[in-house]
């Protein structure tokens, strides 16, 4: 295949995920008794966009199934198929189908069979047309509609040219009446180009900031009527004077050749820097083209381009810390300006990472979208009623943590609707709407995104989370837990709180695995759940996942980097705030609460680490959803953006690390992973002491 | 027998893969000046700005169709003569009629092939060099 093509094919697969999500939206619209005909319409375009490529690229399951799927909405269209809730149903079935044939297309992950064939014959019986082996189907031969048909024979188009002669009069400013708009008005009818007369300008110092004493001399090419012309002169001829002269040369006989466009066209902008009454250049003066050939708002790009382009900002990003701690010898007064150029460069490759990274941000909506259709089968699976609700889908992300966000997000509105959400007779019970709702939201906050999916159902049931924790020896009976400990217990690997694997949410994809991913990607999740009141889960993810602002801590020998999103405080505990309890545990007494104190020498066996808490350091961390924990290290470096280089694609995943990155100085680093590390520190058997102080 | 390299084609599709497609069969057939739009009004401004051989036209697309283009430019004294090509994902009488009655010049259903794209473009300018 040639690499045009392939191109080609390329940008048909990104159109199809965007066609794909309209055509969600538009049925998601359908169901909820939305504007009909706009959405049939827009969902028959977008069938039919996708069908008319998928021919053209030769990707013929794909067009088998749209061209069936067009043919059932062009019933809808006309009215003569009727939009009842089976309707709908066959619609979301065929969005769904539709968005794993494109999969199918370009990754090869072959559609279930089934669904594809189920789906298939549905929409077919429903389209009308012939029942029979689904693959055998024939495409009914294109009949030449041109056959027979006499066409006019074509001719090339013919311009008129005008000159226009436009004095403003002294009332015209104060009017309100801008003389540019009425280029920009002429300039929608064809070629212009102008020439500015500043020779009635007066000196400065008499110059009337509210007279116009410019005129402008527009050349119009037009293949517009000369009524159109003189309808734009018309709307200001009593505020100046406007004169208009034809000079089309006589009609040629031949049509002409294309012509390139006269090149003194000028500008909106040109003409307006040039009407600025000082900045007027000489009379007569030619204004430059600055015309583009082709308007451009938006362009294209490979992921791997970017990526690259990501790679190497993020390796440059930590080049003014290298340059700032080689020059932290120097002295700063002598060499004042190499230190202020540091500071720009600093400042100037953060802005490029920032740039950089916006190029790779795409809306949540990508991913949000899917979750209608997820919810409503939910729905019918679990025979439940749920209301979803989405806001900020806006909100852009990297690219890539858009794409790995739908498995986990999938997994816990699942999970929302398999725990959270009540039947709706013991909603009605308990006093509440039948329907449940369900809320998922994002919003940037900083340099990180927050995404929230909360329900209004039972909350978690910690005494049967307990008593499953204690059945799996996750805890020892008779352990005190907090609620916010017993709810981390969710995210304990292998835990489970369905009695039995339901369909919905007991997949082998655990509450482990969504938090997994979600630290992989450098992000945090929690929950909150109130009895009765329902269960909010909270993720927290940083816009790009190549760079990460760190806390650069020592221990022994070694480095461990903290997202410095995630710290509290820092500080040198006196002896007196430390309060030994019996075996290994050391709390912290910290603003009336105590805290539990990790520390990273012990836990990571690291030579030559401080085993004293009053020597060392100790970082104060809020893991998301998780309790407050003191990290102690031997001494706090600085901070620094690092570049996060997975250990698991270069090493093995590592329990308590998330990454690992090379400092400014050249040495390795390990990133602490603390959503990890604070569920370790959660499943610890717990002092008495402890929980009930503050 | 126009050069196709002297002719000025602009091809009109919300689809920049479908516009890349046409494009790259216009570029088979030789032609050099090949312009995009993405909507009808965008082709109408592109019209008004230089003139064309021919136009491509998508029928369906998301932002006003290839119909209203097709009549908006046949109801313009210069446009009028400028000859139009649709491609359209239908073949049904009902397609077919109103871009007739509109004034089409030719037709070509999808998916496009580099063939019957060729015949269509040479039926109406003529056999190309």
Known sequence: MATEEEDLQRIFFLECEELVASAEQS??????????????????????????????FGLDRLAKFAHAFESFMDLLRKGRATLDAAAIDLLFDGVDVLRMLVDEAQNGTQAPPQRYDAAFSALRKAAGLETGPADSAPEPAAPDPTAGIEFEAPAAAALRQYRIVLAPGPRMLAAGVDPLRVIANLKALGSVSVEIDASDLPALEALDPAVCHLRWTIALETSAPRDDVDEIAGMIDDLADVAIEDLTPPEPEAPPEPVVPTAEAATAEAATAAAAPVAAPAAGAPVPDTRREKPVATVRVDVPKLERLGNMVGELI????????????????????LFRALDEMS???????????????????????????????????????????VSGEGTEIDKTVVERLSEPLTHLIRNSVDHGIE???????????????????????????????????????????????IERGLVSPGANLSDQE???????????????????????????????????????????????????????????????????????????????????ESLRPAASALVRMDGQNTLLAWRGSMLRILSLGAEFSVPG????????????VKPAGGELIALQVDDLIGQEPVVVKSLERNYRKVRGISGATILGDGRPALILDLPALGAVMARRPRAEAGTNAG | MPAARSLRVLVVDDQPSMRGLVRSYLRKMGFESIDEAPSGSDALKELGLRPYNL??????????????????????PVLKRVPVIMVTGNADGETVTSVVKAGVNGYVVKPVSLEALKQRVVHILGQLT
């Open chain 1, 27 to 56: 049925v998601e619209t359908l169901r909820a008794g939305g504007t009909q005909d706009d959405a049939i319409n827009a969902l028959f375009r977008a069938v039919h966009s996708i069908k008319g490529g998928a021919g053209a």
């Open chain 1, 318 to 337: 930590i080049t003014p810390a290298f340059l700032a701690r080689q020059a932290s010898d120097l002295d700063t007064e002598k060499h004042r300006r």
């Open chain 1, 347 to 389: 400042q100037h490759i953060r802005d490029l990472a920032d740039a950089a990274t916006s190029i790779r941000a795409q809306p949540l909506k990508v991913v949000f979208s899917r979750f209608g259709a997820l919810v409503r089968d939910l729905e019918k699976s679990t025979g439940k009623r749920i209301r979803l609700e």
């Open chain 1, 423 to 469: 039947s709706a007779e013991k909603r009605l019970a308990a006093g509440k709407d039948p329907v449940g709702l369900l809320k998922l939201s994002a919003e940037q906050r900083g340099t990180h995104v927050a995404i929230e999916l909360s329900d209004d159902g039972a909350g978690v049931n910690r005494p049967r989370v307990l008593a499953k924790a």
């Open chain 1, 486 to 568: 017993i709810d981390d217990l969710l995210f304990v690997p292998g835990f489970s709180t369905a009695e039995a694997v339901t369909s919905v949410s007991g997949r082998g994809v655990g509450m482990d695995a969504v938090r997994a991913t979600i630290a992989e990607m450098g992000g945090q999740v929690g929950l909150v759940s109130r009895t009765g009141l329902g269960t909010t889960f909270s993720l927290h993810l940083p816009l790009s996942l190549a760079i990460l602002d760190a806390m650069v801590t020592l221990v022994g020998l070694h480095s461990y980097l903290i997202p410095t999103s995630a710290i509290i």
């Open chain 1, 609 to 620: 680490a401080m085993d004293d808490p009053t020597r060392g350091i100790l970082v104060i």
């Open chain 2, 55 to 76: 136009v491509i036209s998508d029928f369906n697309m998301d932002n006003g169709s290839g119909l209203d283009l097709l009549k908006n430019m046949r109801m313009h």
